[in-house]
């Protein structure tokens, strides 16, 4: 079955950087836009951006742009999503998240479980 | 950016009744608007896209309507398992955006 599993929670002072992997299987891993959503303690779903796997192209959402990358490894089936200068406020659960069907807009059909990432000094 | 607004905030229902939660866009999104569900610490679930599409394995109780800025996902009879907190989600311009998210409870 499709699923994507995502790499431990992480703690990480103020201004370091942290990298979120997440391994697909049970389909064609450069056929799927992947996209990361993250989701603050108690508050709502924020989409971050998406990774196209088969050509490393990204899409970034403008509140992150040049603080996130978003990566593949296709030999592995992973993609990575690394957030720089860490603040308190992205502390949060953070998703990758594949679509239903093949384009980039696609509505998100399988999730991972989620990784939680805190920043404290 | 296009802004989704959920309303009500809370939903308090007994099993069985009929809940109806609303999504309006701040522009017209025409139908590409997705509704999940989230259970306490669990990721979300697609439940429907495009307005009106069961996704796999939606049990039919669940049913989406509306098209440009607002939109609906109706519960037809709650049952206890439906506790949760329901976003929608557009698809229409670039950032993708979420509403802030209905609780659903049982009285």
């Known amino acids: 079955q499709v699923q994507m599993v995502q790499s431990g929670a992480e703690v990480k002072k103020p201004g370091a950087s942290v990298k979120v992997s997440c391994k697909a299987s049970g389909y064609t891993f450069t056929d799927y836009y992947m996209h990361w959503v993250r989701q603050a303690p108690g508050l709502g779903l924020e989409w971050m951006g998406w990774?196209?796997?088969?050509?490393?192209?990204?899409n970034y959402a403008q509140k992150f742009q040049g603080r996130v990358t978003m990566t593949r490894d296709t030999s592995i089936s992973t993609a990575y999503m690394e957030l720089s200068g860490l603040r308190s406020d992205d502390t949060a659960v953070y998703y990758c998240?594949?679509?239903?069907?093949?384009?980039?807009?696609?509505?998100?059909?399988?999730w991972g479980q989620g990784t939680l990432v805190t920043v404290s000094a | 950016e296009i802004v989704l607004t959920q309303s009500p905030a809370t939903l308090s229902l007994s099993p069985g009744e009929r809940a109806t939660l609303s999504c309006r866009a701040s522009q017209s999104i025409r139908s590409y608007l997705a509704w999940y569900q989230q259970k306490p610490g669990q990721a979300p679930r697609l439940l429907i896209y495009?307005?009106?599409n069961r996704a796999t394995g939606i049990p039919a109780r669940f049913s989406g309507s509306g098209s440009g800025t607002d939109f609906t996902l109706t519960l037809s009879s709650l049952e206890p398992e439906d506790v949760a907190v329901y976003y929608c989600q557009q698809r229409t311009n670039w950032p993708l955006t979420f509403g802030g998210g209905t609780k659903v409870e049982i009285k």
């Open positions: 495009d307005s009106s």
């Open positions: 998240a594949r679509g239903r069907d093949v384009t980039n807009t696609s509505p998100f059909g399988t």
């Open positions: 990774i196209n796997p088969n050509s490393g192209g990204t």
